[in-house]
Structures are given as structure tokens and as C-alpha cells.
């Protein structure tokens, strides 16, 4: 036995001692404890922070050993594992390392990682590592590939579809968004022909190796001597599609498909507006008539925007034939106005949306969109808040406010409209602050709300991303779209684009150059074909983005963008045909009205102080899975298919499916103190088949965080952002 050999497999022996773990043989009568919580080890790589925002985004308890921090606890055998009440107990489900060892030769951490991971059958993820013997590969260097990955076309092996990735339909493919800079970096390689002895070397994911006929490993399971790594050799940050394409499975390898939290795709549309007539951006002006912001003396919009029938019936068919249920945010004033404004009694637009109507959902946006903040002084560019002779400010008064939004409640009511009364979108999401005019939300706001029994009320996600109290209200931040509401042209909304994100040297408005939220074009779009080749492929993206984020947050757009040429269906049909292609049919898009988004947002904000908190206590023992949390929070969680919740009488099932498992909100059910989950048979996982002799490659691997090549970008892509008129 050679030197190395025999200095791994003492160090390993000696952890195992330390653990003080009987064999397997001994243990099966008394199955251990494995606390639902995973270890990070952190050395501060984009790759690992990218898991971390997983779990996190999740719900998924983690604690993290900060590599670079001085004091940091040491990685021992009695930090992974002690006993409670006689019965072994295992700390972490699963290990996330930033390598595949990133402490160095003979390092005692990872021995103690080692042993402990055979002992309890833990997995380990490698964030980012080398393509190298030590995990199951040949080197790139070596018939395979290294360098930048942009525009690499990944795809689901049949093991990975059978697996842990079967929420793919089998392309990964990897962004390349920027043609003069290197998005990605990493290595192409084939699994060692001939493993060590009792290893062996699963390819998960994998793509073409350039310049040859075989295929290299973008995600495999190495398991040897015991154990099970997730070898990924590829770095990427939180932000990138081909990580957030790969993050759920990633979380479900290592925790063996049982953990606290969940992770769904989401895509929610609201279409603001509806009923009224939005006002055109004016390409001479360079600003849009009739609103506030533009030039005293400009007047009023001659020739705004709204839905005909045509274009009702149109979303009608849409929505259908897509299966995305609009939230339509209404103003009925605008029927009544639009009525008056042509001396007729009959309004075709609200005649076919309302012969429409149970094809959407209804959502108040006020009668006819007052601002519901401070009043404001539009004498001046840009308006700002009337004050008193004293110099207070003059606020929108509490019954102005109620009448707003009782008045369309009583249009809805007239017309058929179902609506829950709870919900409200202000205009503008005025009422609430706005910087830099209105720094603090009306003060009579809240009191309004209160008469109105609104619970659930729209904020802008550009302006304040967080979900807070307002009055009785808790806001529902929305993604504001760039798909402009004063544009029903494609040429309307690339002339707006155009001017907004270009320099002034280029003709725009250089807003962009101080913009810390967007980038300036290189040079002006096309008005003819601007729309279609720039914007919708990149406002897609954003979306995608936003979609693959485990984010409920909704989108909005408004009614002119459903109007002539029907501008919002491109981006929409593309964000809908990208995710298709991506995703089997067990994981389709999740379309949430606003007080179920209101309220998964609560519970996930309760969910997360209490387990940062050190308030959840979870773990497994055999097939019981035991959750306890604060009273009143409810429990998140993923778990196998066929699992059911204990009651004190009986079972209920548990959860919903979604991506191959079993996922949702609970709580203890009656006179019970915790949760207790039912695992079906054969869920429980079982450790991997030990190998006749620990192999030293692991332990002798080298140390400190891998390279990311100069030029190679790891940071999310800027992009232009908006927050234009709700």
C-alpha cells in the first residue's frame, strides 16, 4: 500500500471513530437522524453563492463555513455529527464544497467530510471543479475542451431525464448575449474509461466536444468509496439561464429529492388599463402629450390608444389558445367616457371583453386613474406636491380615494364583473411613495384602505422590490415590462426605446448614462424592425429570467399594448415558446392572482425568518420526516411522490406535483405540534456501495478557489429596465 493510500485511509478510519457511527450492518436496526439542513462551504466563487441563492430563494435551510473569514468553525467530526437521545445524528442532508476539495493535500476537514458523507450516505456537490481524474474525468486537456462555453448546446442525458432532471425536456442551452465578451467558462471531458475500483462515473448532462465526435460532462455523479458526488465543471453566477435551468435538479441530487422549501416557475401577465384610452408617445416631442411630464403648452393627446372589439376578441382567442389567464386591471370610467366622447350609449370594446369576461380575471385599477398621493402641481416639468401657505403637503383625501375605487366596484357590479374586493391596483401605484416628488405614502391612504377592506394592494417591483405594509394592505410588487404603455406601434416603442437608451450625442436623451438600472444602446435601433429583433428578444430573456427565478411577482404591460399592432403578444409568445421548449409537461408555468401571490409571499417571508431564526427544527428518520416551526408559520417543503401527511387519525395527502415530486405549504394538523410527512416505499435514500479501499485523489486534490479565465463575464448582463405608467 503506497504512502498516499495508506495516510487517506487512516484519516478516514480515524473520523469514523471520531463520529463515534457503528457499520451500516450495526445501524440498520436503529436508523440515524438527518437534520434537513445543508452545509455551504464558501469560498466566496460565483458558483457556490449561485446555490446559495437557490436554497435561499427556495426555503431550503443551509449554514454556511465561510472559507475566507478568520475564525470560521473547523470542519470536524463532531461539527457533522453527534448523538441525540442514543440515536446517531447527522447535522447536514447534503454538503455543497466550492471543489471538489478546496482545502488542500491531507487536509483532516476533508477527511472528516469523507467519512462523514460514507457514514450517513450525504451527497456532495463540487460547485465548479476541474475536469481530472480525481472526480471520475479525463483532463479537457486531453481529447476534450477548455475555454469559453457561450452558445454551448447542453442537453439532459437519458440518466439525468430518469432522475433529477427530468423537469427538462432535454436542452440546456448556455446564453451568449453579448457577441464581444465571454459569458461562460469551463471544461469538456469523457469519464475515465477505467474507474477505480467499486467507482463509477454517471453523465447527467453533457454537450458536443468542439472539434471531435464525443461528448463532454457538464453535469455527472461520481460515486466512490462510499460516496456520491454532483461534479460540475463549468462556472456560472445566480443569473445565468443555463444555472437556473439546472438548479432544481442540482438541489434535488443532494438532498435525495426530500427537503424543507420548493422552487415552482411562475408567469403571471396583468394588463392595466383596460377600458380607458392611454395617451401616445409623440416621436417630435420626445414625450407624450396629455401626460404630466411632458412640456407645458404640448396639450392634450389628440389621438390616444385603446382596444377595439377586434382587439378584445383577439386576447380572447389568445389567451385561450395559450393557456395564460390575463388579470385585466380595469378602469370602467373609460367605457363611460369613451360612450360620452362619441354620443353613444353603446361601447363595442366593453361589449365583447365582457361577453368575454370569465376568460380573465378582473382586478380594480379605480375608476378613471386619478393620482392618489399628493396633489400634484403640473405647472411645472417635472410636477411636484401642492403644499399649503405653511408648507405642508396636500394630500388626496381619504373619501376621494374610497369613491375612486367604490365607483369601479359599482361599474363591476352593473356589469357582471366578478371581482374580490380585496385586491386593488392604484394608478401609477399612486398613494403609495414616489420618489423623488413623494417621499412617503399618503397619509390617507391607509384609512381608505381600512373602509375598503383592501388587504392586497400593487407596488411597482422597480421602485420597491420588498412586499411591505401599507394600511391593512401588504403590497404585491409587479415586474414592470418594456413594452411601453403610450406605444401601440412597434415603431411607436423602438422611437421610445430609442430615445430613452441612447446618448445625447446619438440623439437620445442620455438618461442612460446615469442610469445605475440600464445600458445605452451602441447605437439607435431601426425603426422598422428595432422591435422585433432587439427589443423582444431581449425583453423575453428578462422575462424568462424572472420566470426561472422561483419568483411569483407579477408582470404588467397595459391595454394599448394589446392595441393596433398588438406589440405585447411577441414578447409574450416568446417568453411562453422559450419555456416550452425547455420544460417537460410536469412542470408547467404557474398563473397566480394577485392575493395568492400576496399570500405566498408572506408565508415565504415567515417561512424565511423563522428558519434564519434558528426556530425550525426538521429532520428524517427512516421514512418519518418531522418539521416544527413557530406557531402560525406554515411549513414548506418537497418530498417524493406518494408521500402523506400523519394526522392524529389516519393521513391526508400532502402537497401538490410539480416537477416529479410532491410540494406546498402545511402546518400541524389538529392537536398535533409538528409536522410529520409519511415517505413512500423505497424513498428513503440508501448510501452508496462502499469501495474496497478509500481512494486518495479526493484528499489530495489541490487547494484555493479555481480560476475563472480574464474577460470571462460572471456577473448577470446588464440590461434596460422601466417602470413606466401602471
Same mark, same amino acid.
Request: with cysteine; hydrophobic share 40%.
Given at each position: 500500500?503506497?504512502?498516499?493510500?495508506?495516510?487517506?485511509?487512516?484519516?478516514?478510519?480515524?473520523?469514523?471513530?471520531?463520529?463515534?457511527?457503528?457499520?451500516?450492518?450495526?445501524?440498520?436496526?436503529?436508523?440515524?437522524?438527518?437534520?434537513?439542513?445543508?452545509? %455551504?462551504?464558501?469560498?466566496?466563487?460565483?458558483?457556490?453563492?449561485?446555490?446559495?441563492?437557490?436554497?435561499?430563494?427556495?426555503?431550503?435551510?443551509?449554514?454556511?463555513?465561510?472559507?475566507?473569514?478568520?475564525?470560521?468553525? #473547523?470542519?470536524?467530526?463532531?461539527?457533522?455529527?453527534? =448523538?441525540?437521545?442514543?440515536?446517531?445524528?447527522?447535522?447536514?442532508?447534503?454538503?455543497?464544497?466550492?471543489? /471538489?476539495?478546496?482545502?488542500?493535500?491531507?487536509?483532516?476537514?476533508?477527511?472528516?467530510?469523507?467519512?462523514?458523507?460514507?457514514?450517513?450516505?450525504?451527497?456532495?456537490?463540487?460547485?465548479?471543479?476541474?475536469?481530472?481524474?480525481?472526480?471520475?474525468?479525463?483532463?479537457?486537456?486531453?481529447?476534450?475542451?477548455?475555454?469559453?462555453?457561450?452558445?454551448?448546446?447542453?442537453?439532459?442525458?437519458?440518466?439525468?431525464?430518469?432522475?433529477?432532471?427530468?423537469?427538462?425536456?432535454?436542452?440546456?442551452?448556455? $446564453?451568449?448575449?453579448?457577441?464581444?465578451?465571454?459569458?461562460?467558462?469551463?471544461?469538456?471531458?469523457?469519464?475515465?474509461?477505467?474507474?477505480?475500483?467499486?467507482?463509477?462515473?454517471?453523465?447527467?448532462?453533457?454537450?458536443?466536444?468542439?472539434?471531435?465526435? $464525443?461528448?463532454?460532462?457538464?453535469?455527472?455523479?461520481?460515486?466512490?468509496?462510499?460516496?456520491?458526488?454532483?461534479?460540475?465543471?463549468?462556472?456560472?453566477?445566480?443569473?445565468?439561464?443555463?444555472?437556473?435551468?439546472?438548479?432544481?435538479?442540482?438541489?434535488?441530487?443532494?438532498?435525495?429529492?426530500?427537503?424543507?422549501?420548493?422552487?415552482?416557475?411562475?408567469?403571471?401577465?396583468? #394588463? /392595466?388599463?383596460?377600458?380607458?384610452?392611454?395617451?401616445?408617445?409623440?416621436?417630435?416631442?420626445?414625450?407624450?402629450?396629455?401626460?404630466?411630464?411632458?412640456?407645458?403648452? =404640448?396639450?392634450?393627446?389628440?389621438?390616444?390608444? *385603446?382596444?377595439?372589439?377586434?382587439?378584445?376578441?383577439?386576447?380572447?382567442?389568445?389567451?385561450?389558445?395559450?393557456?395564460?389567464?390575463?388579470?385585466?386591471?380595469?378602469?370602467?370610467? !373609460?367605457?363611460?367616457?369613451?360612450?360620452? /366622447?362619441?354620443?353613444?350609449?353603446?361601447?363595442?370594446?366593453?361589449?365583447?371583453?365582457?361577453?368575454?369576461?370569465?376568460?380573465?380575471?378582473?382586478?380594480?385599477?379605480?375608476?378613471?386613474?386619478?393620482?392618489?398621493?399628493?396633489?400634484?402641481?403640473?405647472?411645472?416639468?417635472?410636477?411636484?406636491?401642492? =403644499?399649503?401657505?405653511?408648507?405642508?403637503?396636500?394630500?388626496?383625501?381619504?373619501?376621494?380615494?374610497?369613491?375612486?375605487?367604490?365607483?369601479?366596484?359599482?361599474?363591476?357590479?352593473?356589469?357582471?364583473?366578478?371581482?374580490?374586493?380585496?385586491?386593488?391596483?392604484? !394608478?401609477?401605484?399612486?398613494?403609495?411613495?414616489?420618489?423623488?416628488?413623494?417621499?412617503?405614502?399618503?397619509?390617507?391612504?391607509?384609512?381608505?384602505?381600512?373602509?375598503?377592506?383592501?388587504?392586497?394592494?400593487?407596488?411597482?417591483?422597480?421602485?420597491?422590490?420588498?412586499?411591505?405594509?401599507?394600511?391593512?394592505?401588504?403590497? %404585491?410588487?409587479?415586474?414592470?415590462?418594456?413594452?411601453?404603455?403610450?406605444? !401601440?406601434?412597434?415603431?411607436?416603442?423602438?422611437? $421610445?426605446?430609442?430615445?430613452?437608451?441612447?446618448?445625447?450625442?446619438?440623439?437620445?436623451?442620455?438618461?442612460?448614462?446615469?442610469?445605475?438600472?440600464?445600458?445605452?444602446?451602441?447605437?439607435?435601433?431601426?425603426?422598422?424592425? !428595432?422591435?422585433?429583433?432587439?427589443? #423582444?428578444?431581449?425583453?423575453? *430573456?428578462?422575462?424568462?429570467?424572472?420566470?426561472?427565478?422561483?419568483?411569483?411577482?407579477?408582470?404588467?404591460?397595459?391595454?394599448?399594448?394589446?392595441?393596433?399592432?398588438?406589440?405585447?403578444?411577441?414578447?409574450? $409568445?416568446?417568453?411562453?415558446?422559450?419555456?416550452?421548449?425547455?420544460?417537460?409537461?410536469?412542470?408547467?408555468?404557474?398563473?397566480? *392572482?394577485?392575493?395568492?401571490?400576496?399570500?405566498?409571499?408572506?408565508?415565504?417571508?415567515?417561512?424565511?425568518?423563522?428558519?434564519?431564526?434558528?426556530?425550525?427544527?426538521?429532520?428524517?428518520?427512516?421514512?418519518?420526516?418531522?418539521?416544527?416551526?413557530?406557531?402560525?408559520?406554515?411549513?414548506?417543503?418537497?418530498?417524493?411522490?406518494?408521500?402523506?401527511?400523519?394526522?392524529?387519525?389516519?393521513?391526508?395527502?400532502?402537497?401538490?406535483?410539480?416537477?416529479?415530486?410532491?410540494?406546498?405549504?402545511?402546518?400541524?394538523?389538529?392537536?398535533?405540534?409538528?409536522?410529520?410527512?409519511?415517505?413512500?416505499?423505497?424513498?428513503?435514500?440508501?448510501?452508496?456501495?462502499?469501495?474496497?479501499?478509500?481512494?486518495?485523489?479526493?484528499?489530495?486534490?489541490?487547494?484555493?478557489?479555481?480560476?475563472?479565465?480574464?474577460?470571462?463575464?460572471?456577473?448577470?448582463?446588464?440590461?434596460?429596465? /422601466?417602470?413606466?405608467?401602471?
Amino acid at each position: 500500500m503506497g504512502r498516499a493510500l495508506r495516510a487517506a485511509t487512516v484519516a478516514s478510519a480515524a473520523a469514523l471513530v471520531a463520529l463515534a457511527v457503528a457499520p451500516p450492518s450495526a445501524r440498520a436496526a436503529v436508523p440515524p437522524r438527518v437534520d434537513l439542513r445543508v452545509l %455551504v462551504v464558501d469560498d466566496g466563487g460565483p458558483a457556490t453563492a449561485a446555490i446559495t441563492s437557490e436554497l435561499d430563494g427556495a426555503g431550503t435551510p443551509y449554514t454556511t463555513v465561510d472559507l475566507t473569514a478568520a475564525g470560521r468553525p #473547523v470542519i470536524t467530526a463532531g461539527f457533522l455529527s453527534d =448523538t441525540v437521545s442514543g440515536r446517531p445524528r447527522a447535522k447536514f442532508q447534503a454538503v455543497v464544497l466550492p471543489s /471538489d476539495n478546496p482545502f488542500g493535500a491531507g487536509s483532516t476537514e476533508m477527511a472528516a467530510l469523507a467519512a462523514y458523507e460514507t457514514a450517513f450516505g450525504i451527497r456532495q456537490v463540487d460547485a465548479y471543479t476541474y475536469a481530472q481524474p480525481s472526480v471520475g474525468l479525463n483532463y479537457a486537456q486531453t481529447g476534450g475542451y477548455l475555454g469559453p462555453l457561450d452558445g454551448v448546446q447542453g442537453q439532459v442525458t437519458a440518466q439525468g431525464a430518469a432522475g433529477d432532471f427530468g423537469y427538462l425536456k432535454g436542452a440546456v442551452p448556455f $446564453e451568449d448575449n453579448d457577441p464581444y465578451q465571454s459569458e461562460s467558462y469551463g471544461y469538456l471531458a469523457t469519464p475515465l474509461a477505467t474507474q477505480a475500483a467499486g467507482a463509477s462515473f454517471t453523465p447527467l448532462v453533457d454537450a458536443p466536444i468542439p472539434g471531435g465526435t $464525443e461528448r463532454g460532462v457538464l453535469v455527472g455523479q461520481y460515486t466512490h468509496d462510499g460516496r456520491s458526488e454532483l461534479v460540475i465543471p463549468f462556472v456560472y453566477n445566480q443569473y445565468q439561464q443555463q444555472f437556473r435551468l439546472l438548479a432544481r435538479g442540482i438541489v434535488e441530487w443532494m438532498t435525495q429529492g426530500i427537503h424543507l422549501g420548493a422552487d415552482r416557475n411562475y408567469f403571471e401577465v396583468q #394588463v /392595466d388599463d383596460v377600458f380607458l384610452a392611454d395617451d401616445r408617445w409623440n416621436p417630435t416631442l420626445n414625450c407624450t402629450p396629455g401626460d404630466v411630464d411632458c412640456p407645458i403648452g =404640448t396639450g392634450d393627446d389628440t389621438d390616444p390608444v *385603446r382596444m377595439t372589439a377586434a382587439d378584445a376578441a383577439y386576447a380572447a382567442q389568445w389567451s385561450k389558445a395559450h393557456g395564460l389567464t390575463f388579470d385585466f386591471v380595469f378602469n370602467g370610467g !373609460g367605457s363611460e367616457d369613451w360612450k360620452s /366622447d362619441h354620443g353613444t350609449t353603446t361601447d363595442p370594446l366593453a361589449n365583447q371583453l365582457i361577453a368575454d369576461k370569465n376568460t380573465y380575471r378582473w382586478v380594480n385599477h379605480t375608476y378613471l386613474h386619478p393620482f392618489l398621493g399628493c396633489v400634484q402641481d403640473v405647472s411645472v416639468v417635472p410636477w411636484r406636491c401642492q =403644499t399649503t401657505a405653511s408648507g405642508a403637503v396636500q394630500w388626496v383625501s381619504t373619501s376621494d380615494i374610497t369613491s375612486a375605487v367604490q365607483d369601479n366596484r359599482t361599474w363591476a357590479a352593473v356589469h357582471g364583473l366578478s371581482l374580490n374586493d380585496q385586491e386593488l391596483v392604484t !394608478g401609477e401605484h399612486s398613494g403609495l411613495k414616489l420618489l423623488p416628488q413623494q417621499p412617503a405614502d399618503n397619509p390617507n391612504l391607509a384609512s381608505a384602505l381600512t373602509v375598503l377592506g383592501v388587504k392586497y394592494l400593487a407596488s411597482d417591483n422597480s421602485r420597491e422590490p420588498d412586499q411591505r405594509q401599507a394600511g391593512p394592505a401588504v403590497t %404585491v410588487p409587479r415586474f414592470p415590462m418594456n413594452v411601453f404603455y403610450n406605444a !401601440g406601434t412597434a415603431q411607436e416603442e423602438t422611437d $421610445e426605446y430609442n430615445w430613452i437608451y441612447t446618448s445625447q450625442a446619438q440623439g437620445g436623451s442620455g438618461a442612460c448614462t446615469t442610469s445605475g438600472n440600464s445600458t445605452c444602446l451602441n447605437a439607435p435601433l431601426d425603426p422598422a424592425t !428595432g422591435y422585433a429583433s432587439y427589443i #423582444v428578444p431581449l425583453e423575453s *430573456r428578462i422575462d424568462l429570467g424572472h420566470v426561472l427565478g422561483n419568483n411569483p411577482r407579477p408582470h404588467f404591460l397595459h391595454q394599448s399594448n394589446l392595441a393596433e399592432d398588438r406589440i405585447a403578444y411577441p414578447v409574450l $409568445e416568446r417568453v411562453l415558446g422559450d419555456y416550452a421548449a425547455l420544460f417537460a409537461a410536469n412542470t408547467p408555468t404557474v398563473n397566480l *392572482r394577485t392575493s395568492d401571490i400576496a399570500t405566498e409571499l408572506q408565508r415565504r417571508a415567515a417561512w424565511s425568518t423563522a428558519w434564519k431564526g434558528g426556530d425550525v427544527t426538521a429532520y428524517r428518520i427512516g421514512d418519518t420526516v418531522t418539521v416544527s416551526a413557530p406557531s402560525g408559520v406554515q411549513v414548506d417543503a418537497t418530498v417524493p411522490a406518494g408521500t402523506r401527511q400523519a394526522q392524529l387519525l389516519g393521513s391526508t395527502a400532502f402537497g401538490t406535483a410539480y416537477a416529479g415530486r410532491l410540494s406546498g405549504w402545511t402546518q400541524p394538523g389538529l392537536l398535533q405540534f409538528a409536522v410529520s410527512l409519511t415517505l413512500p416505499s423505497g424513498a428513503v435514500p440508501a448510501a452508496p456501495a462502499k469501495a474496497a479501499a478509500n481512494s486518495p485523489a479526493a484528499l489530495a486534490a489541490p487547494v484555493g478557489r479555481l480560476p475563472v479565465p480574464k474577460g470571462v463575464a460572471v456577473a448577470v448582463p446588464a440590461g434596460p429596465g /422601466d417602470s413606466k405608467r401602471p
